[in-house]
Each structure stands twice: as C-alpha cells, then as structure tokens.
C-alpha cells in the first residue's frame, strides 16, 4: 500500500520569505501523480500543483513550484515570497496511474505567514 | 458555477439517530469519493463510485454507506452514528481523463460531531 508522509506538523515564516514543505512518499509503482493541496482556514480544499511521476521537469505554477526526487521518494513544495493568503494546511497526495480513484494524502503541515 | 455541493456544513447528532450528508456536482464527472479529515491523519477515502449504480469501498468504509443512482449526486448515510465517526468530511469529484487524474474538486466539507 502506498503512504505519503509529511514530517513537518507546523511551520511558520515572515512574508516575502520562501518556505519549503518537505513530503515523502512509498510506493513500489513507476508511473503514478503527486500533488499539493491547500486547505485556507475556509476549510475548502485547492488544488496548488500537480506532478507527473513520468516528467522529470520539476512542475511549478507562478510562486509555488516542487523539487520531485523520483529515487529518494521525495517532493517537496517552496512557496516563494510567501504572502498572508499562502496561510493554510497543506496537504501531500499520491495516486496510482490506473484503478480507483483514491488520492493518498499525508498528514498535513500547517503553514503560517507572518506579517 | 463548476462546484461540489455538500450540505449541511456543520451538524450536531445523538449517538444512533441516522442522517445523510448531501453530495452534488455540476461538472458531469464519472468519479465521486468520500474522505474524512482527521487530525494528524490526513485525509482518508471512505467510498468512492466510478460511476451510476457503482461504488466501492475506501479504506475507512466501516459504518457508512453511499448509494450513485444519478450522476451528479452522491450522498453518504451513517445509520448509526457513534462517536468516533465525529470528523470533517469532505465529498469530491473528479473527471475520468487519464490528463487529469487525480484533480479531484472538493466540497466545503461538513463537520459532524457525534455525541
């Protein structure tokens, strides 16, 4: 069975600062999805970005963007000039390429921006 | 407005007094899940339906129930609540193409406590 670990419960930072949120997975498929999710103190959950294990160009979306090291089962997220609306549980996923459609998230890290 | 309509948004029950959470989505997509959020566990799939009329089991399936007998809804009944069922839930649904498997659309979630 596939895990998703997340080792960091909290952080915090200054804004305008970059963030790393480190995530770690298992799994013994080649091919399957990694993501970020965010979760704002609103409780709705947002898709931030979206890895394909298959692409080896680390996939970024304007400041957030991954480090996706395939063999070291890791993907990290930096946020990059972090800002107040960046505040929010971010959640690691995995899911397998084919079958259900079960995303396998990691614990969560909560995030604060500080003014 | 593409969305996922969960209600009620937060609930209060007794201990075996049955209820439902609705679940609808206005993007015509073949999957739908259950998860439930709880803390330090991340996000857990409870049900999850590939489509009309067929649903399978999640990981954390045991005291629900969800029924798929038109596309765009699928609600989850608990029976007979107990407490441990207290959680956040948080229905989602997802398109069927391989391009974007895993950009799963989530609702507002539901807090339920169970006393």
């Known amino acids: 069975a596939q895990t998703v670990t997340q080792s960091q419960p909290e952080m915090s930072v200054q804004e305008a600062e970059t963030v790393t949120l480190s995530c770690t997975y298992d799994?013994?498929?080649?091919?399957?999805?990694l993501f970020w999710y965010k979760q704002p103190p609103s409780r709705q959950m947002i898709l931030v970005i979206r890895?394909?294990?298959?692409?080896?160009q680390n996939a970024t979306e304007n400041r957030f963007s991954v480090n996706f090291q395939k063999a070291a089962k890791s993907f990290s997220l930096k946020i990059s000039d972090s800002q107040l609306g960046d505040t929010a549980m971010y959640f690691c996923?995995?899911?397998?390429?084919?079958?259900?459609?079960?995303?396998?998230f990691g614990q969560g890290t909560r995030l604060t921006i500080n003014p | 407005e593409a969305q996922v309509t969960q209600n009620p948004r937060y609930l209060i029950t007794v201990t075996g007094k049955k209820l439902t959470v609705t679940c609808s989505q206005n993007?015509?997509?073949?999957?739908m899940s259950w998860y439930r959020q709880d803390p330090g566990l991340g996000l857990r799939q409870i049900y999850y339906?590939?489509?009309?009329?067929?649903?399978d089991k999640g990981d954390v399936p045991e005291g629900y129930k969800v029924s798929r007998k038109e596309k765009r809804n699928f609600p989850l009944i608990l029976e007979s609540p107990s407490p441990n069922q207290t959680s956040l839930y948080f229905c989602?649904?997802?398109?069927?193409?391989?391009?974007?498997?895993?950009?799963?659309?989530f609702g507002q979630g539901t807090r339920l406590t169970v006393v």
């Open positions: 993007m015509n997509h073949e999957y």
């Open positions: 339906s590939m489509n009309v009329e067929v649903t």
């Open positions: 996923a995995f899911i397998r390429p084919q079958g259900a459609q079960k995303l396998v």
């Open positions: 890895q394909e294990a298959y692409k080896q």
């Open positions: 989602a649904s997802s398109p069927f193409a391989q391009g974007d498997r895993g950009r799963a659309f």
């Open positions: 799994t013994s498929e080649n091919n399957y999805y």
